[in-house]
């Protein structure tokens, strides 16, 4: 519910969101399905990227990324830092995968909006340069 708002408020077309197990294979299945459809460029997970045994979306979104993006992860655990030292237990990891961008937000609705807040600035340019814009802007 955050993160579509989230989303919607910088006018992204959300077109599938789901729950999934915990369990790496579910993760990786669903992160497959929907990076194989032609008009999502961007998956954002929530939740699983801690500590705990059950954490297990990094290793699933590790499996079928093809290159990571650590710059966004590092940006959303150094900023969000000041307002809570947890988020350097945060394990998310960001990747490409074809024309798609993947990233792995904390689970809960504070941590949501913090990390994405910290992206958003990006997250257009990010993805006009996977689908082929590569033209910069401003100076």
């Known amino acids: 519910k955050t ?6 408020s910088m006018k992204a077309q959300v077109v ?3 729950i999934v197990s915990d369990e790496v294979e579910q993760i990786k299945e669903k992160l497959l399905e929907a990076a194989g459809r032609d008009e999502i460029n961007l998956i954002v997970t929530t939740g699983g990227t801690g500590f705990s045994p ?12 093809e290159r990571e993006a650590p710059g966004l992860a590092e940006a959303m655990r150094r900023e969000t830092y000041s307002k809570t ?6 394990r998310a990891v960001c990747g490409i995968r074809g024309g798609v961008l993947i990233v792995n937000l904390p689970g809960s609705p504070k941590a949501v909006t913090e990390c994405f807040e910290v992206i958003r600035p990006v997250l257009p ?7 082929g814009k590569t033209s910069h802007h401003g100076g």
């Open 54 to 65: 059950r954490d297990n979306t990094p290793e699933a979104t590790r499996a079928i990324i």
């Open 16 to 18: 599938d969101k789901a």
């Open 85 to 90: 030292p947890l988020s350097m237990l945060s």
């Open 3 to 8: 993160l579509v708002g989230l989303l919607l």
């Open 125 to 131: 340019h990010a993805i006009d340069l996977l689908t």
